[in-house]
């Protein structure tokens, strides 16, 4: 049973428009949430985070937003370029001390040209 | 330049035999952590370790073994490969942050392990 949910396995957007990922979890002791990034051969590398005290929280051209009551957090990325195809992750990290991320299974983002 | 590595990055094996997929930091972290990735279920924890000789099991611990004997290294065993534990691994590292696990941990390249 997944606890952290990326339902598209895939998203394709022009560049320049607005890229939308979405993340739902269901275990209520999450209460940080991390987006990476994964580029074919490469390890995951962290984009950014949110703490559940927040509902937003921006770093230039990437905003995170946070639904506690709707389990739900999502990435939206303005303008999109071509370099930020790839596949993009949704983590979360509960209010315990082991500091294990439960991913997603990810979305891979497609931006056109 | 800071980072993690991880060897070998490809290895094909056959069920049984013994081997070690090596991870260093050069961050100074006192945390590491292994995954695995496998297709539609992203990554999940398989040992971490939060200093020298401290180490615990993850979420998916079977079939692993680990030791951190120095604060840069945690190598990865398999005692006795078996085809399902065909995937790609990656190491972590971070430095704690505050606490609470709030720290942005960092990711190796990848082992892709195939077990015949």
């Known amino acids: 049973d997944q606890q952290v949910k990326q339902n598209s396995p895939s998203l394709s957007v022009q ?20 987006w990476y990034k994964k580029y074919p051969a490469e390890g995951p590398t962290f984009l950014i985070s949110i703490s559940s005290i927040k509902d937003k929280n921006e770093d230039g051209r990437f905003t995170v937003f946070l ?11 303005v303008p999109s370029q071509p370099g930020d195809s790839a596949v993009y992750f949704c983590a979360a990290i509960p209010d315990t001390g082991r500091r294990a991320l439960t991913f997603g299974s990810g979305t ?6 | 330049e800071a980072q993690v590595t991880q060897n ?6 056959v069920t049984g035999k013994k081997l070690t997929v090596t991870c260093s930091q050069n961050m100074n972290h006192e945390y590491m952590s292994w995954y695995r990735q ?6 999940r924890q398989i040992y971490y370790s939060m200093n020298v000789e401290v180490t615990d099991k993850g979420d998916v611990p079977e079939g692993y073994k680990v030791s951190r004997k120095e604060k840069r290294n945690f190598p990865l065993i398999l005692e006795s490969p078996s085809p399902n534990q065909t995937s790609l691994y990656f190491c972590a590292s971070s430095k704690p942050s505050g606490g609470q696990g709030r720290d942005t941990q960092y990711f190796g390249p990848g082992t892709r392990l195939t077990v015949l």
């Open chain 1, 108 to 113: 891979r983002l497609q931006v056109q040209p």
């Open chain 2, 8 to 13: 070998p990055r490809y290895l094909i094996t």
């Open chain 1, 67 to 77: 639904n506690k009551s709707a389990k739900h957090l999502s990435l939206h990325i």
């Open chain 1, 15 to 34: 560049e320049g428009r607005i890229s939308i990922l979405n993340c739902d979890y269901t275990n209520s002791m999450f209460d940080y949430f991390l």
């Open chain 2, 38 to 43: 496998d297709p539609g279920l992203g990554l």
